[in-house]
């Protein structure tokens, strides 16, 4: 006896295996490549895709990241003002420092700062000004930088910053102190007070 055929062909349920974005009306496969997946909230173990399109979603989120740009810089400058925010933007220079980095987390550099506000508080521990936080402001294509605002500073500059080799303090002292060592700041003392008859000239 010949084997027959069955003439029924199998039943696909087309709103399982396609999907149609609400936002452009184009239906695509129901897949990772079309539409984002997300875990289902209602059912353990399955999945949900997106109501949008992949398409329909980045554009969405491009639309409200340019609109929202203005105030996006804005939060970011605020939580940059911050203690942490401040200590945390430094600390990503400090980690990437090509003059090395001992330190091994975030929390151990930030704890100088913590331990060094025990002694100076906030004021800078050559000039005993009050240092600030604030971010500077951009001028053409060049930042302009806060005199006053707290910059780290590595004390001997051909060591890496370490608990032992860093010390906060203003920016302006900063910048002045440069490449300076210890021994030429020696012998300028000793200048002053050949000349001067006292090395405690402000």
């Known amino acids: 006896m010949s084997e027959i055929t069955s003439l029924r062909k199998k039943y696909v349920n087309s ?22 997946r997300r875990k289902s909230r209602a059912v353990k173990n399955t999945f949900d895709y997106s109501a949008c399109c992949i398409a329909c ?40 420092s090509n003059h090395g980095c001992e330190f091994e987390n975030f ?29 500077g402001i951009n001028v053409g294509l060049k930042r302009k930088a806060t005199g006053t605002n707290i910059s780290k500073d590595r004390i001997l500059s051909s060591q890496p910053y370490s608990k032992q080799n860093l010390m906060f303090v203003c920016w302006d002292i900063n910048n002045t102190k440069g490449q300076i060592n210890p021994k030429i700041c020696k012998q300028y003392l000793q200048f002053v007070k050949e000349r001067f008859g006292t090395d405690e000239i402000e």
């Open 15 to 36: 709103s399982l295996t396609n999907k149609t974005c609400t936002k452009c009306n184009k239906t695509y496969p129901r897949t990772e490549e079309f539409f984002y």
């Open 57 to 96: 979603e980045n554009k969405k989120n491009l639309e409200w990241k340019n609109k929202n740009k203005i105030k996006n810089r804005n939060s970011h400058i605020k939580y940059l003002n911050t203690e942490i925010g401040y200590f945390k933007d430094m600390w990503q220079a400090v980690k990437k």
């Open 107 to 135: 929390d151990e550099f930030f704890n100088c700062w913590k331990e060094q506000q025990k002694i100076y508080g906030n004021k800078c521990p050559y000039t005993r000004i009050e240092m600030t936080r604030i971010k």
